[in-house]
C-alpha cells in the first residue's frame, strides 16, 4: 500500500499501488480483504476512512485488478476537528458572498442575492448589498465526507461536534474601497489558501488582477471559481477560462492551470495541490443550478491544512500570543476582543497582559470566557481564531493590532524598524519621508519612510533595506513577519528585518 498523504495524522492511500510505485492492481477479493484490514487498523488509532476511488489497471493477467484510493483522516487526539482557513477573494458582484451562503446554508441561490442574505452582518450592508467587514463562515465535513452546514436547522454548536474537518471561509469584501480590509485579511489571518471568485460573465475584471497578485505576493497558495456559469452560454464561459489560463501561465505567475470537470479531477486536483502551490485548480461553477458545487466539496473535503502537525506542535509549546483583529462591548458580558491565537494555548481564566498602549507599556487582565464559531470553548490553541471575553476591562484602552501575551513574555515593542522591501509599483520615484501605512500582520499604522540604504530614491521593481517609523504608537513586532504598504499607487512588500526595540519591563504593572 503506498502513501499519498502528508504528515498531519491521515492522508490518501492508495491500495494496489507498491512501495516502489508498480501499478499491480488487487483483486476484488483481495481488495475487500484489504479495505477491512485497513478499516480494523484505522478503528484502532481512531482514524476515519473514506474511499475516494476505484480504477481498473492493466497489468499482465486476465482477470480484472483495481486500484484503490482512500482518505484516511485522524483528528489530532488534542483537537476536536481538522481545521482549515480559506481566504475568500474577488471582484465586486463576482458572487463569492453567495457562493459562500450556498456552501455554508446548503440553499441554492436565486439569482437576485437570496442566499447572500443570511451572510450580512451590519445594516448598511443589506441595504447596498456589499461586504464591507471581514465575515467567518463555516463548513463542516463529517468523517464520511459528508458535508455538515447550516441546513436541517443545524447550530454552530452542533456543526462543530459532527464534523471531524472544518473549512473557516473568511469572506474578504471585493470592492475596492475596501482593498485595506482585503490586505488585513490575507495578512493577519494567517489563511492556509485562498479562493478566488472569477465571474464567468465578466472575466477577469476590477480588482481580480490585485487580488491576485495579493495572494502571489503574500505567498498564500490559491484556487479559482469561475461562478455564474448558469448566467453564459459555453462559448463565454470557455473565454473566460482560457484568459485565466492564460494570466496564470504569464511569466509573473508561471502556475500550471488544472481545470476541474470531474469527480476524478477534484481529487487530482487536490492532492497535486497539496503537494506543489503551483498547480492551481479551476471550478466553474453556478450557484444557481448548482452545477458543480459537488466538485468544489469534494475538493475541500480532501485538502489538507497547509501547517502540518509538526509546525503546530512547536507553535503549541510557545507561551500564548493572540493577536487583537476586532473589539467589541457586549451587553452583560463587557468587553470583548476577536482575533487569532498565533501561539501556545489560551485557557479560560487565564491572566494575560495587553499591549502596547501609546506608551508601549503592557495591561495585565483576565480571560473570563472563550468563543469559538459561535459557541462556547475551554481552550483556544495555536493558529485558531476565536473571541476572548474580558469582563469589565476598559475598551477605550484597546485598539486592533494589540496583542494580548504571557506576562512572562518579553514582547519587542518598537517606533522605528528596518524592512528589506521591493517597491512593486510607484508613479514616479520613492524618496525618504513618504508616508505610507504598513500592514505588519495584525498590524496597519501609517509609518514614515526615514532612510533607504545605499540610495536615494526608490524606483519600481528596486530593492533596498529600509528604514520605517510609526507616526501615531509604538507596534509590537517581530523580525521575519512579512510586510507590504501601500499609499495611493504606490506598493511594495518585504519583511521586517531589524527593529529598535524599547523597553517595556517597567510597562508590566
Ligand atoms: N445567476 C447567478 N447569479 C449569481 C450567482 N452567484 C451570485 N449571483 C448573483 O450575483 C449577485 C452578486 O453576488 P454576491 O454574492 O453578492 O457578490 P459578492 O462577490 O459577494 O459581492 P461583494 O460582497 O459586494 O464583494 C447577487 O445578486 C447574486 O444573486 C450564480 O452562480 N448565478
Redesign the pocket.
Known sequence: MAAAGRSWGGGIYQIGVEDNGLLVGLSEEEMKASLHTLHRMAEKVGADITVLREREVDYDNDSPRKITEVLIRKVPDNQQFLDLRVAVL??????????L?VLTQGEL????????LNLFRHLHEIQS???SSISFEILGFNSKGEVVNYSESRTAEQICESASKMITFI?L???HKYLKTTIFGLTSYCPDFAML?VSANTGIAGTTREHLGLAMALKVPFFLVV?????CAPPTVDRTLRQLERTLKQPGCNKVPFMVRTEDDAVTAAQQFAQSPNITPIFA?????GESLDLLKVFLNILPPLTNCREQEELMQQLPEFQVDEIYTVPEVGTVVGGTLYSGVCKEGERLVVGPTDSGSFLPLKVCSIQRNRSACRVLRAGQAATLALGAFDRSLLRKGMVLVSPEMMPTVCWVFEAEIVLLFHATSCRRGVQVTVHVGNVRQTAILEHIHGKDELRTGEKAVVRFRFIKHPEYLKPGTKLLFREGVTKGIGHVCSLQAITTESGHL
Open positions: 474577488g471582484n465586486v458582484d463576482s458572487g463569492k458572498s453567495t457562493l451562503g441561490d436565486n439569482g437576485r442575492g437570496r442566499a447572500r448589498g456589499r461586504t469572506d469584501a471585493g470592492h471568485v461562478s455564474k456559469v448558469d448566467l461553477i453556478s450557484s444557481v443550478t
